[in-house]
């Protein structure tokens, strides 16, 4: 006995498709993004540039070929590729000390991708959470709040990142202490006015009258719908702590020597660099691809997840 084909289907499963007609199957989420994101061949290269310095910085200790601090006889020692019959030994030559500059700069990518991260970190948890309660509560507490993110803005960031790190002494630690202050009005800023557009629609009012209490309506109603600005913002913050932390590292007041953090190492050579040009320009183009390779990554997110940038 054959089953009926006209028979309708069973309740609970959607009817298929027509043959022939063509229906649109939406794309998952994540394959969606990809399409928008790969548009952009700039954010692309990005990307791949900051794969590989994660895959270097991840594998330092297996992909350098010598140890960051460890000094050899020949010091300020010329790139091979520069010399006829060079010492291949050393990829990118020695610097002032006899350590090798490509080990250097490898265990730097290690350390800026470090910093990077704990900047990062910290600035945007207390910028979520001041710009939340900023933009769900307004009133004075949102008077105070900004007031004093606009004192901070008022500030140059460098200036300001000097003036605690001089307070706390200088260290990596406090270096990095001080990029995430000096960061975080920014992620304040950027969270309170998408809280703010966020806070009067029918979804948060349902949920406020369904009785959920302000922690509940403020990181599992609004937060979420707030996350693609801070995504972006947090992209660009890598490239913006990686820049700071050289620049304090280049006055003395980051990273001490002989950390291999790219920063101090242009501080150390700068007396070099007409008799040994390499040892100051490695480290520049360091933070320069770096720096350019999450600034390109930021647009490309940007781009991927504003729906005002979709063609």
Known sequence: MHADSNLPPPAGLPAA????TGAPVPPRAILAFWADFKRNPGAVAGLAIILVIAFLAVFADLVAPHSPNAQFRD???????????????YPLGTDDVGRDMLSRLIHGARLSLLIGIIVVTLSLAAGILLGLVAGFFGGVVDTLIMRLMDVMLALPS????????????PGLANAMFA???VVLPHY???????AMGEVNKEYVTASRLAGARPLRLMFQAILPNCMAPLIVQATLGFSTAIL????????????????PEWGTMLAGV???????????TLPGLAILITVLAFN???DGLRDALDPRMKR
């Open 270 to 280: 700068l007396q070099y660099i007409q008799r040994a040009w390499w040892v100051v």
């Open 17 to 20: 498709a027509p043959a022939g």
């Open 158 to 169: 460098l200036l300001l990142a000097i003036a605690i790190v001089a307070i706390l002494g």
């Open 188 to 194: 304040v800023r950027l969270t309170r006015a998408a």
């Open 296 to 298: 390109l990554l930021g």
């Open 244 to 259: 700071d932390a050289a620049a304090l590292g280049f006055l003395g007041l980051g990273a001490q020597p002989p950390t």
């Open 75 to 89: 010091a300020l020692l010329l790139p091979p590729a520069f010399v006829e019959g060079g010492n291949w030994v």
């Open 179 to 181: 990029i995430a202050i």
